[in-house]
């Protein structure tokens, strides 16, 4: 039996060294490992190559080591919520590749099937493709390091020739992902939105590290409801259904309406 359970976020984060690379699961603020996030602040780990959807806000998820200034490069899709991911950018504290979001989680998946590249038509007649979009900026505002030129090609389909860009796989050193359950073979099933980019994140790091809500007996997650098969994942620690959850932004229905 391949158990695969650890005891604790700290001791399960304890080998990712300064400079590692990781893509960590969340859409938004749901799904966001934050136990992990938290050992691995604890731990003191800087110099940090983050793929993820976002970025968290100032004070949850990702958010709390950009602040703490552990991050060195960010490649996600959006920006959004955190004023301090804004600010580290324009003033060249922060390395940046946005992404379309679909190409993104592309990416992240072609990387975990062993698929080193994939050509689309998302960017085609853009910076995306053409370069020069800024990832580093100097402190006086210039930019100190610029997208690259893709690869554009030519393929015939039903509608026509249409122009496609080259866009590289992701794979990284680790993976971070919320699961709302998991088995002791690492068998994971996501909850809703937290289902976005969890997956695809667990299957581009070479180690996977989930945290569970709820850990159970090989055998008694039902097959057809698992979103993350256990050959992906190596390290599975139990944080409970306690666990604190934030909501990006609430919105209510005035009363009456």
């Known amino acids: 039996m391949i158990d695969k359970q650890w005891a604790s976020a700290e001791e399960a984060v304890a080998d990712i060294e300064d400079g590692a690379s990781l893509a960590v699961g969340g859409f938004g603020l749901s799904g966001n490992p934050t136990a ?3 050992a691995l602040l604890a731990r003191g780990t800087s110099g940090l190559s983050i793929v993820s959807n976002n970025c968290g806000v100032d004070d949850w ?36 590749e946005l992404t379309p979001q679909g190409t993104l ?9 062993g698929i080193a590249a994939f050509f689309t038509q998302t960017g085609v007649g853009t910076q995306v493709a ?3 979009l800024p990832r580093r900026y100097n402190p006086d505002g210039s930019i100190a390091v610029a997208s690259p030129v893709k690869d554009v090609r030519t393929f015939d389909t039903a509608a026509g020739p249409r122009e496609y860009v080259l866009e590289e796989a992701i794979t990284t050193d680790f993976a971070l992902v919320h699961a709302l359950a998991g088995d002791r073979h690492g068998n994971l099933i996501f909850n809703k939105a937290a ?9 581009a790091g070479r180690i996977c590290i ?12 039902d097959p057809d409801r698992v979103h993350l098969p256990g050959v992906f994942v190596h390290r599975v620690v139990e944080v409970g ?5 934030r909501i990006e932004r609430r919105t209510v229905t005035p009363e009456g309406v």
């Open 36 to 38: 992990l996030i938290d």
């Open 61 to 96: 998820g990702l958010g709390i080591l950009l602040a703490a200034r552990r991050i060195r490069k960010m490649t996600s899709s959006y920006v959004g919520e955190n004023k301090e991911f804004e600010r580290q950018f324009l003033s060249g504290e922060l390395e940046l």
């Open 105 to 113: 989680a592309e990416k992240l998946r072609a990387g975990g099937s």
């Open 130 to 132: 053409e370069g020069g």
């Open 195 to 203: 289902r976005n980019f969890n997956p695809l994140a667990g299957m």
């Open 210 to 221: 989930a945290q569970v809500e709820q850990l159970v007996e090989p055998g008694e997650l």
């Open 241 to 245: 259904t306690d666990i604190p959850k």
